[in-house]
């Protein structure tokens, strides 16, 4: 006992060192890597496409580094505001769609016994596996002028001649939502899947019919899979170009062909990274809406 | 005090030492300034409502947490710059921390895996361990297939088969029904007694401590309130939260009124008592304890004792059956007897009274 | 035996519900079905059903360039995924077990190659990449599909990480383990099936990936699916549904396989267990 006075100084030293060993260390190898790599590929890069939207064009489609709002003076003409509308109702229509054909199927998914259930997600996701250009591309061969849609609806005699559907808005739409809805039905399926039966039986037995239940218990409840849904179809289908590329053979503009073009054949680097900081405005717009409901940890994502 | 020190020592010299140690997460003390000494070969156990800081004391002796200040010797070796994996003790865990991947065998074997000792000689000696945990044939089986009070024998097992100095068992009955934790406690009991290895065992639940242990500290916010054998700990608790603590007790706070010979009468707000001890000055405030079995009652004033009450209701336990009786500040004195006391009732007015040395007088805490 | 009006009501909506789920699953097989169908069509450029043939399924190992930008993705993929998945297990335990002054900021960096359009990040890493002067290729595609990859690898082993509970690899100090060993023995089996998934996660990723690869790639070589959106216009031909569908058929394959080895290894088990 008598030893105790000197221990105490000895002890904070060995307990650095151990520290060093134990934890400084350790992290140090273990998460600075993925640190290290999100710093610099995503932080910095994000920072400095913010950065260059506020710079502006040279005359042979250079970046003048000279601070100017011009990029976002830009968007604001009829040509882009148009196709920003644009993007942004057809990602909106494709969201309800995706959401209103999705939620049922979830539904159905979730009541079915766990094994079951594992399999019909499993049949979902097969398609998932196949190129997603080579899907697309199937619709064009099922929707062209002599496909066997407009064979179909000729042979029985609902139109005259061939419809076009081919580089149009609709046959666009139908590609985002055939691309779109596993995103729409998973985290949805889950969040019902997690419902508990004895919150639906408790409002049947209080006297709640099923419509009253429906709307009072489990909308409210699914909430958070929901609005999960809204994210992960919204938010990509307001930057994809390949599905307007494939479908809408370069006549169908949105956002993401914009944005291509202005690294491509347009070169206006400003312009580009003027829509792409609206793209990232609007993602956070959402994910702060989100945050609101759930934590953002929970957010499904397949 | 000496009594129970001389006897300890006999059992051999401290093979683990705490000095002055202290554990402190943040702002929050939660071990403090704690001396111990675990004698070689003893099974002790650390007693104490959760957080009291038993666990942490545990993980401080294993080496997953670092003492904040203070010494930790194993051996008379100080122990804190090493490795939970240099250190020569073994733990089981509260929730068995069976490796779900492996088999029993390989579970139970993984401890001479990691310091190479030849396949044969860990074959043979996984195989011994286990008849002696009664697990023989499981070896294949992996941890999911096992019940609780199986997978409590294999991490015991895993543990022992490394020859530890100190085995240091977290709590390791808590998952386990009533009849089974029982059945555990003896077999474990039964093995430390075999092996001869010291035991440091965790709990919070009092009536394993006192089956189980040489000695038990009985541990409060950080501190221990009490280190003796168990007989000591029930009969003769040294602070207001040991009696409560362990077993049911009438604490009653008071002041002393006269001191006697080693016979202290004190006055308290229920009314006068008498207890025996000695160390007690006139006007000190202090507790006293009183069992329930040690209460007697009369419908007469007793001499020396001034405890009048009412009797409110019968509590039927199974083997006892207990009177509740109000006293006149409010509080509800018991006493037990073995059927009902059907010489009252309800609502009829008693004396109570005790054999002064039945009762135990406890010092006012600081 | 009559049939009470509940049991009716239900019934329907039994019906309702698989005749509704059988058009949505056509809907999601439609496209499959076509593109393997097509892959046996007799002509040059997929436009119409010409008849059928199972030459392009020979014709493909020609067409050199189809060949080339398979390669091309699938060394990009088994790259991106040991990166990712190498990156991502050993940060997916570093950032769940270590407390430290930032963690909190790269756990939200993490979400953003999640959620915000794939385009974005790809125009953003551009940028950087043509200011620092590196030449676009291989490389460059790399870096942007572990940008995306290592993410999702990183959420998806998190989720097999126990919470705060680290007792496992406590005992396993305790039996005499040091750090090496422990994660070896320990810590790397009980991730395993999370670790199994990052690594397939991440290969789909990769190798389906279009926005990335179209952005960063040099001028010499671009990857399949890159191939693909460029044939588009002139029309896709039957040598690339052959292709797909032979890489659509192998996955699922690997799939089946991968669960009768489960299920195989899990009834021995149930039988040694039995005895």
Known sequence: ?302 | MFREKNEVNSMGDAIVSLIEVEKRFGSNQVVKKMNLEIMEGEFLTLLGPSGCGKTTTLRMIAGFEDASAGVIKVQGERIEDKEPYQRDVNTVFQNYALFPHMSVFDNVAYGLTIKKVPKEEIKKRVLEMLELVQLKGYEKRKPDALSGGQKQRVAIARALINNPKVLLLDEPLGALDLKLRKQMQLELKRLQRKLGITFVYVTHDQEEALTMSDRIAVMNAGVIEQLAVPNEIYDRPKTKFVAGFIGESNIFDGTVKAVDGDLITVETSAGTVQVKGSGFQERETMHVSVRPEYVEVSKEPIPGFDLKGTVKDFIYMGTVVKTAVDMKDGMEVRYSRFEQDYSVKEQETVYLYWRPEKAVPIKQSR | MAVSKVQKKKKAFSILGNVYAVIIYAILYIPVAVMMMFSFNDQRYNYYWNGFTTKWYGKLFENSALIGSLWYSLIIAVLATLISVLIGTIGALGLKRFEFKGRKFINNMLYIPIIVPEIVLAVALLIIFLNIGTALGMGTILIGHCTFCIPYAIVTIKGRISGDDNSLEEASMDLGANRIQTFIRVTLPSIMPGVMSAAFLSFTLSIDDVVMSNMLAGAKQSTLPVLILSMNKAGVTPDVNALTTIMILVIVAAMILNNIIKSALKKRQNKEVAI
């Open chain 1, 1 to 302: 006992m008598s030893k105790k006075l000197d221990d105490n100084s000895d002890l904070k030293q060995i307990g650095k060192k151990r520290d060093v060993k134990r934890k400084t260390l350790p992290a140090l190898a273990m998460a600075g890597p993925v640190s290290l790599w999100m710093i610099l590929f995503v932080t910095i890069p994000m920072l400095f496409i913010i950065y260059i939207s506020f710079m502006s064009r040279g005359v042979f489609g250079d970046v003048v580094y000279k601070f100017s709002g011009e990029s976002y003076q830009t968007l604001m003409d009829a040509t882009y505001f148009k196709v920003i509308l644009k993007s942004l109702r057809v990602a909106v229509f494709t969201t309800v769609l995706c959401l209103l054909v999705g939620y049922p199927f979830a539904y159905y998914i979730a009541r079915k016994p766990k094994e079951t259930a594992a399999k019909l997600i499993m049949l979902i996701m097969i398609p998932f596996w196949t190129n997603s250009l080579m899907r697309l591309n199937s619709w064009l061969l099922v929707f062209q002028t002599n496909g066997p849609v407009n064979s179909f609806l000729q042979w029985t005699g609902m139109t005259d001649g061939p419809i076009t559907f081919v580089y149009t808005d609709g046959l666009v739409v139908l590609g985002m939502i055939t691309n779109m809805l596993p995103f729409a039905v998973l985290p949805m399926y889950s969040s019902i899947e997690k419902l508990n039966k004895s919150f639906l039986e408790a409002s049947a037995d209080l006297g709640a019919n099923g419509a009253t239940t429906f709307r009072k218990i489990t909308l409210p409840l699914t909430f958070p899979g929901i609005f999960s849904s809204i994210i992960l179809v919204f938010i990509p289908t307001l930057g994809i170009y390949t599905v307007s590329d494939m479908l809408g053979g370069g006549k169908v503009l949105y956002i993401g062909n914009i944005i291509k073009n202005q690294f491509g054949s347009i070169r206006n680097w400003p312009l580009g990274a003027a829509l792409s900081v609206l793209l990232i405005v609007i993602t956070m717009l959402l994910i702060f809406l989100y945050t609101r409901f759930a934590s953002i940890e929970d957010m499904e994502v397949v």
